[in-house]
């Protein structure tokens, strides 16, 4: 079973940008698609980003398409979320998923799940 771990999560003022990193471990990252979702307080968990494979295909929520971007280093079994234009909507605890079967944006086509990293954007 592989092992996810996020990063790079914090406070930040509304307007400034975070970058998100979720490693994996074991040999066989790169054979599968990748997400990131978030849960707000009081909030079901929603979908982000996602990036397939080999990265060039991704896909993302309409709440952050143009100000968030989702990459891929499979040399380095990372998976990034470049988060630009944060507002205080976007505070969360964030999520990296292992795709496996299903829709890319529904939370139950992903079999394993990172502990979280929270997210605040301050206003």
């Known amino acids: 079973q592989v092992q996810l771990v996020e990063s790079g999560g914090g406070l930040v003022q509304a307007g400034g940008s975070l970058r998100l990193s979720c490693a994996a471990s074991g040999r066989t990252f790169s054979n599968y698609a990748m997400g990131w979702f978030r849960q707000a307080p009081g909030k079901e968990r929603e979908f982000v980003a996602a990036?397939?494979?080999?990265?060039?295909?991704?896909y993302y929520g309409d709440s952050v398409k143009g100000r968030f971007t989702i990459s891929r280093d499979n040399a380095k079994n990372t998976v990034y979320l470049q988060m630009n234009s944060l507002s205080s909507e976007d505070t969360a605890v964030y999520y990296c998923a292992r795709k496996g079967q299903g829709s890319w944006y529904e939370i139950g086509s992903y079999d394993s799940w990172g502990q979280g990293t929270q997210v605040t954007v301050s206003s």
């Open positions: 990036i397939s494979w080999s990265g060039s295909i991704t």
